[in-house]
């Protein structure tokens, strides 16, 4: 299986700069940085969010409820302000469906995590001969020309390692912070003549890779390393801490992981970061799924993504921003003898809005007990197809991969017509 890279350590901090490398970066006034950059993001500036939801989330309890039916499980399903009905415990999302579409005919092939992960990230199934880039890296590869005053790097996940960015370079692998906007063993509060020295030791030990021809990870480090300094104590980091934030917007939110990871994708956002990954796990849930989706995990999510929605919307963020809503498969019609459900990717859910997609509706349908898709099924590629067109970015995009291979944006999805009109 292709190794998947996960999130950021102090050695690798480096190779996440570099995204920033190429750009000019003039100064900016402490308290104005993110209210300058929003302004700017309602005229030209696209964006996307993935909340993954890693585990497998069982969409049958969440947006296509078969209320009745043997395998629907306790959940009843509840009016929107679209055309379609969610389940009864998200309430606030109800209010703000009118914004979102609903995939209901999901229809993949990979039942495993790791591989479900990669191919619902990437587009691709893993190969060994083969590590495919993110659709975060792709998609802040490509609209990072509309950032030319942007220090931070362009692909953030928070909360989890996201998948790296394969043949694209470490230029665009993914900047992991946890919640509270802080970097995984990366000591940020080192006074600046240490932080000098570890720069310039670092330097020295990458210079002796480069002279020895190691390969052209080290001449990537080497080409930013002037730029990281500057980028440790840029007034933009001050996107990641959403403890500025009022309390009344922090609660609106919700005190989670969850909750606060989306309050940052808002900051983000109006920072001019192309692509931010949102991580809420805990939905591998083989076991008592309704008694915790009931009790913390539809809640937790109700409030942060109803948050986020509702916030993007009111600052007029959302037309130029897509939101996406996944994880690496569904879970089985059919409640397994320890009242949980199992994994599943036959037929199930993603939802998407934002950046010109239709809201407040279904695109298509499941059987009535849900174990089959029973319209035009959609795939990873398709959902990818339809955000890079919301985005405004040719499917005709072509990558050429390190051993000479073309890589078509999207793997070649479709647009999912029903989202747009």
């Not at 000098?196 to 890779?209: P, S, V």
């Not at 917007?249 to 949102?278: K, S």
């Amino acid at each position: 299986m292709a190794r998947i890279p996960v999130g950021m350590s102090r050695r690798h901090f480096m190779n996440h700069m570099a995204g920033a490398a190429a750009m000019t970066v003039p100064a900016m006034t402490m308290g104005h940085a993110l209210q300058t950059h929003a302004k700017d993001l309602k005229k030209r500036q696209k964006s996307a969010i993935m909340l993954w939801m890693g585990g497998g989330p069982a969409s049958i309890d969440i947006w296509d409820l078969k209320s009745g039916a043997p395998t629907g499980g306790p959940f009843k399903p509840i009016a929107t302000s679209g055309n379609a009905q969610i389940c009864e415990h998200m309430p606030l999302m109800a209010k703000e469906m009118d914004k979102m579409a609903i995939i209901r005919s999901m229809s993949t092939r990979e039942a495993d995590h790791n591989r479900g992960r990669y191919y619902m990230h990437t587009g691709y199934v893993p190969n060994p001969n083969m590590e495919h880039p993110s659709y975060g890296s792709v998609l802040a590869h490509e609209l990072i020309d509309q950032r030319s005053d942007l220090q931070i790097p362009p692909f953030v996940s928070v909360g989890g390692g996201s998948v790296g960015p394969g043949f694209l370079g470490m230029a665009w692998a993914p900047f992991s912070v946890d919640s509270n906007g802080r970097v995984r063993n990366l000591d940020m509060g080192l006074d600046r003549t240490r932080l000098q020295q570890r720069m310039n030791t670092l330097k020295l030990i990458e210079q002796g890779f480069i002279d020895d021809n190691r390969g052209q990870a080290a001449s990537d480090h080497q080409e930013i390393l002037g730029k990281t300094l500057n980028l440790m104590t840029s007034e933009q980091m001050e996107a990641f801490k959403v403890q500025q934030e009022p309390e009344s917007v922090r609660e609106e939110y919700g005190n989670t992981a969850f909750g606060r990871g989306c309050l940052m994708a808002r900051r983000l956002v109006e920072m001019g970061v192309p692509f931010i990954e949102v991580g809420n796990g805990g939905w591998d849930n083989h076991g008592n799924i309704h008694n915790l989706f009931s009790q913390t995990k539809l809640p937790e999510l109700d409030k942060g993504m109803s948050a986020l929605v509702r916030d993007l919307n009111q600052r007029g963020l959302l037309d130029d921003t897509v939101i996406m809503w996944m994880g690496e498969f569904g879970r089985t019609p059919r409640i397994n003898g320890n009242a949980g459900r199992d994994h599943w990717a036959r037929s199930w859910s993603v939802v998407a809005g934002g950046g010109g997609i239709n809201g407040g509706i279904a695109v298509g349908a499941t059987s009535a007990d849900g174990t089959e898709v029973v319209t035009e099924p959609y795939t990873s590629q398709d959902v990818m197809a339809s955000v890079c067109k919301a985005l405004g970015i040719s499917l005709e995009t072509t990558f050429t991969s390190r051993s000479g291979r073309p890589m078509k944006i999207a793997n070649g999805g479709k647009v999912i017509t029903e989202l747009f009109s």
